[in-house]
Every structure is written in C-alpha cells, then in structure tokens.
C-alpha cells in the first residue's frame, strides 16, 4: 500500500512514520510514504505558495497552481491514487473509513495550512474530504499521520498478531455491533493494593472471553452508547412472566391480564412449575432454543449504582454470547428463592420514578469507565417490589427503549 503525502512540511510526516512499527513497515517494504512539498512546484524565486484569500479577511490561502501541479506530477510518476483533501470541513474519519481505505492500493493525502487549500482544488482535484474530529489544528499533517498509522496498520503483516485487529476498539461485528475494546492487565497480578480481576487468574479461557466481551460492551454502553445497535425483538418473540410461589392470588390475576395484553405468557412457581430449571426444559422444548432468565428489580435513589434497563441489559448479554435473545423468561421474585438458584443470567434495575439519579461514582471513575465502575448486571438490585409492580415496571422499560412496539 501507498501513500502520498502533499505537505509544506514533509519532515513532520517523515519523522512519524520512520519510527515504531509503521517504521519496520516501510523498511519491509509492506507500506510506503512518499512526501512531496508543494514548494518544488512553485516558479518564482520565493517559492510562494500562498496569498490572501479573494474578499478580505484573516490568514493566508493554499494556491491552487502548486497544488495541482504537484498531485499531477506524482501521478504521472507513480500512477492514479485516490485522493484525499485534509480539512475540518470534511466528513469524520473512523474505523470504517479506516477499513474502506485499506482496500485501495494508493491514497493521496493533501495537508493544507494557513486558511487551507483554494476551494477549486476542491472543486476539480479531490475525491473526498476527511476530518480527524471536530477540532483545528495549524495543518494537516498530524492529521495525515494519523490516517496513515489507521489504515497502514490493517494491512497484513504490519502487526505482529493480525487477532489485535479483531479484539480492539471499534471494530466492526457485524449483527453484533461495535464496541470499545475490554481492559487489559499484565504482571503483576497485585500492583500497589489493585488486583486483577480473578476470572483473568482461573485458566477458563471460556470464562476469560465472556468476560472481556462483557466488559466491552459494558464499557461502550458507558462511555459511547450510540455505537451500539438499536435492534428491537420481533412482534411474535416468546416472553414470559415467571411470577414466584408466594404471589397472591389477587396479583396473579393482575399479572395474566399485563401478560395476555403484551402477547406474553406467564409461569407460577409452585403452581405449574417446580422451579425454574423445569422452566428452562419446557421453554426449550416449546421453542426449540435455550431460553434466557433475567430477573427483574427496582431501582430507588439509595441503590448506589445507576438504573439499568432491558436494552442494556439483553444488548450486553448478546454481545457476551454472540446470540439475540432467545425465549426471554423475566423473573419476578427474590434473588435467594431458590426455585432461581444457578439461572439468572442479569438483572434489570428498573427506575421507580421515586427520585432522581444520582451516581455516586466519583465522576473521575466514571470518565475512565473503569472495570470496577462498570454496572455488574449479573448482581441483583437491593430493593424490591412486588410482582405486579415489577411486570408493569419491565413492560413499561421495554416499550420505552424500543425493544417492543409501543403497543405490545
């Protein structure tokens, strides 16, 4: 892979990518960077490049004779190239721009300074324009040095483990979406009173990719939920009401006319299910597929850790599993029942609208989004309610967040 570097200042890119791997890149032969100044195609004696922008105002402007002359230089030297314009004013560069570019053999990436580059470069001589974020630096080689290290490092053989690609931030799981990358520890086991986590120290290596898939997903759902896939469960996905020996009768009634209004079924524990392993046989053998038990909790101002509702919860149950949802049984009761014992793979913390949040977590935890200032979906809020409460409390979340029709 190529890539073709129009700078003022080609020294600024040249030292970025003669060093670290990129470095051994080039010298392998695997990526090559080519800079090329735009002053080798100016024609008076001060090589100038720039003058002040048509109608006044602030700064200097790119002009556009250099600039054309040098992209059509190189490309009658080394052949067409894709061409990229460097500007705030460009669409954002990402992880899947980074993936499409890797698949062209030659980019062409124009670096401007001052007040940019005559528009009319725009205009006749560039295929698309790209923007690192939303910020202004004085030019674009960092800019350029960044796409460069982005897209050179997908290219086979630039890293030395090609599964650090799959495992890292950002890319792209198909159905399962995107996510930040998971934590990451070394040796020491113990460092100044922090410990890894334990499941790290097990030898489950099962066990180890659950858990750095939840952990990932957890992490992006703090930090950048809007990378996460808005799907919803379709109109006829099997649900059902687990409701707990001791509900009274009165309830139950309540509790089979939400579950007749949602399309859902419903279960008593003591009734006409021993416990909930019996459950998980029949759902199995009714629906052909492993069934899912989530329990159901309140959330109340005093519980220390933020609300968690059904699309976090399932989201991150999906992306830990690599699976959508299968028959999804919601339980009702206490966590230590034991008709519950072993099955509850998560637990929703619904908020009862009682007060409002506020998490206790220091805010610098939560910035970092840490693996002990995560939410541990798997640990039951500390309050509860009864079960007609919580059934209207899950029904209620889940039309909210669009994982059922609002009239489900």
């Known amino acids: 892979m ?12 040249e030292a970025f990518v003669n060093a670290g ?29 720039d003058d002040a922008p048509f109608g006044g105002g602030a700064g200097m402007v790119i002009k556009p004779e250099p600039v054309v002359d040098a992209l059509e230089a190189v490309t009658a030297a080394r052949g067409p190239m894709h061409r990229i314009l460097l500007t705030p004013s460009g669409a954002t560069f990402d992880q899947r721009a980074a993936e499409r570019l890797a698949r062209m053999p030659r980019l062409a990436l124009l670096c401007g300074r001052y007040e940019g580059i005559d528009d009319r470069v725009r205009e006749g001589w560039v295929d698309e324009c790209l923007s690192i974020g939303d910020f202004v630096l004085n030019g674009g080689e960092v800019a350029a040095a960044v796409i460069i290290e982005a897209v050179g490092r997908l290219r086979e053989g630039v890293l030395g483990n090609p599964d650090s690609i799959v495992e890292e931030s950002h890319h792209d799981e198909g159905d399962w979406g995107t996510v930040l990358e998971h934590p990451h520890y070394t040796r020491p086991a113990e460092f100044r009173g922090r410990e890894i986590p334990p499941v790290l120290l097990a030898g489950d290596h099962g066990k180890v990719e659950a858990w750095r898939r939840r952990q990932a997903c957890l992490r992006t759902w703090a930090l950048r939920p809007e990378l996460r896939p808005r799907w919803r469960l379709p109109a006829e996905h099997p649900c059902t009401l687990v409701a707990p ?21 419903i279960r008593v524990i003591g009734s006409n299910m021993r416990d909930l392993k019996q459950l998980r046989r029949a759902l199995r053998r009714r629906h052909g597929a492993e069934p899912w038990f989530v329990g159901v909790g309140p959330w109340r101002p005093a519980d220390p850790l933020p609300p968690r509702g059904p699309r976090l919860v399932l989201d991150t149950l999906a992306f830990e599993r690599r699976a959508f949802p299968g028959p999804l049984a919601l339980w009702l009761g206490e966590p230590q029942d034991p008709a519950a014992a072993g099955l509850i793979s998560a637990w929703l913390a619904l908020d009862t609208g009682e007060g409002a949040h506020e998490d206790v977590r220091s805010n610098h935890r939560r910035r970092l989004a840490i693996a002990s200032a995560l939410i541990d979906i798997s640990q039951p809020p500390a309050a509860r309610a009864s079960a007609v409460s919580l059934a209207q409390l899950v029904l209620a979340a889940m039309r909210a967040e669009g994982l059922l029709p609002a009239s489900a």
Do not use: S
């Not at 190529?2 to 003022?8: G, P, Q």
């Not at 032969?29 to 001060?46: A, I, K, P, S, Y």
């Not at 089979?256 to 079924?265: Q, S």
């Open 2 to 13: 190529a890539f073709e570097v129009f700078t003022l200042f080609p020294e600024i890119v």
């Open 245 to 265: 020996a001791d509900t009274p009768e009165g309830d139950l009634e309540v509790l089979r006319e939400l579950a007749a209004a949602a399309g859902w079924g």
């Open 21 to 49: 791997l990129m470095g051994k890149a080039v010298t392998r032969g695997l990526v090559q960077v080519h800079c090329t100044n735009f002053r080798d195609f100016t024609h008076d004696r001060h090589r100038t490049v």
